[in-house]
Every structure is written in structure tokens, then in C-alpha cells.
């Protein structure tokens, strides 16, 4: 069966600190995946997704930077944070050949 | 770019009551997806629903694509279908591969004992 994992589920990190979260999802090849985040209270926005191995796009500018070194694996990256980052960040993936997307159980951000 | 509406923002109801929710969207989309975001967070899929009816127990969902609406029906309700009922589409007439999501903000429900 498919699953997909985030990691850490909280974090709590100061003003211009670096930040990496990680998604990997088990059980399905060539995957999208998909970074979105969520404002308190509000809709989910699309950061990044990517079709395969290297291939990035960006859909917001911003602070944030995506990576995709193995085919299964995403991660979201910040060199400097900024208050603004905080927020409920959830990591999503479609099977090869699907139209549904799945969501993983996301990572609380709080920049203090 | 494309605009989804979600309807009523908020929804307040007693166990066993029945409710209608309300998606508009402003363009022509090829995917459409509800979700339940339950109080810990976690999006969980309800319905991939393009077009058509379907069912899954108390759940039913309804997609006109031609007048660009869907709605997510909810029978008999119960306190744990308390949270945060998510619409999302993908614009165009046709998948491009990349399936990207846009989400309405939300329709808030609480359901009391």
C-alpha cells in the first residue's frame, strides 16, 4: 500500500535560522510531489511540485527553495527564515497514471 | 487565474442533521477533489469528482462541470464529521500532467451532541 510520510511533525524555529523538511512516500514509483502551505485559518497554497528527479517548479516566489534528490523524496528548504513562514506545511503526492492526490500529515512551522 | 468558491463558510449543526455544501468555481477544470481536514490536520480524501455522482455512506458528492459547481452532501451527521471541509480543482479542459490543486478556503463545520 501507498503512504507518505513528513517529518518533523513540529518545529519551532527562531528568525534567520535554516529550515529542511522532509517528505518521502513509500509504495508507488515516479510520483508527482507537491509542497503546499497553509495559513492559519485559511486554504492550502501550491510552493513547489515536481514530475521527477531534479525537476523543480516554483509557483510562489518566496524564501523557500524545493529539492527532489531521489525519486520518492522532497524537501523543502530555507536558508534564513522569516516570520512570515510560519505556518502548516503539507507535503502531497499522485500516484503515476492517478488523478487524486494524497496528502501527508503535514509539519506545524512557528518562526519566532 | 481560475476562482473556487466554497459555501457557507461556516456551519453549525445538531447530531443528525442533514447539510449541503457548495463549490463554484469560475472556469472549466478537469479534476476536482474533496477533502476533510480533521482537527489534527490531516487532509483526507473524500471524493475524485470531475463530473458525475458518487457515493460512499453518508457522503455523497455531485460535480456539474457544464455550470461549474459541485456539492458534498453530508446525511445524518455525527460529531467526528467536525472540521474543515476542503474544495479543490485543477483548471482546464484536460489533465496536463502536473495535477496541480487550487483550493477553495473552506467550509467550517461543527457538528454538537
Known amino acids: 500500500s501507498q503512504t507518505i510520510h513528513q517529518w518533523p511533525a513540529t518545529l519551532v524555529q527562531p528568525v534567520g535560522s535554516p529550515l529542511s523538511l522532509e517528505c518521502t512516500v513509500e509504495?508507488?514509483?515516479?510520483?508527482?510531489l507537491y509542497w503546499y502551505r497553509q495559513a492559519a485559518g485559511r486554504g492550502l497554497q501550491l510552493l513547489f511540485y515536481?514530475?521527477?528527479?531534479?525537476?523543480i517548479s516554483s509557483e510562489v516566489p518566496q524564501n523557500l527553495s524545493a529539492s527532489r534528490p531521489q525519486d520518492r523524496q522532497f524537501i523543502l528548504s530555507s536558508k534564513k527564515l522569516l516570520l512570515s513562514d510560519s505556518g502548516f506545511y503539507l507535503c502531497?503526492?499522485?500516484?503515476?497514471?492517478?488523478?487524486?492526490?494524497?496528502f501527508g500529515p503535514g509539519t506545524r512551522l512557528t518562526v519566532t | 487565474g481560475i476562482q473556487v468558491e466554497q459555501s457557507p463558510p461556516d456551519l453549525i449543526l445538531q447530531e443528525g442533521a442533514n447539510s449541503t455544501l457548495r463549490c463554484n468555481f469560475s472556469?472549466?477544470?478537469?479534476?476536482l477533489q474533496w477533502f476533510h481536514q480533521n482537527p489534527w490536520g490531516q487532509l483526507i480524501n473524500l471524493f475524485y469528482?470531475?463530473?458525475g455522482t458518487k457515493q460512499n455512506g453518508r457522503l455523497s458528492a455531485t460535480t456539474v462541470a457544464t455550470e461549474r459547481y459541485s456539492l458534498l452532501y453530508i446525511s445524518s451527521s455525527q460529531t467526528t464529521d467536525s472540521g474543515v471541509y476542503f474544495c479543490?480543482?485543477?483548471?482546464?479542459?484536460?489533465?496536463?500532467?502536473?495535477?496541480?490543486?487550487?483550493f477553495g478556503a473552506g467550509t467550517r463545520l461543527a457538528v454538537h451532541p
Open positions: 469528482i470531475p463530473s
Open positions: 502531497a503526492y499522485l500516484p503515476d497514471r492517478a488523478y487524486e492526490q494524497y
Open positions: 509504495g508507488t514509483s515516479n510520483p508527482n
Open positions: 472556469d472549466s477544470v478537469n479534476n
Open positions: 479543490a480543482v485543477t483548471p482546464g479542459l484536460f489533465s496536463g500532467g502536473y495535477n496541480k490543486l487550487i
Open positions: 515536481s514530475v521527477g528527479i531534479g525537476q
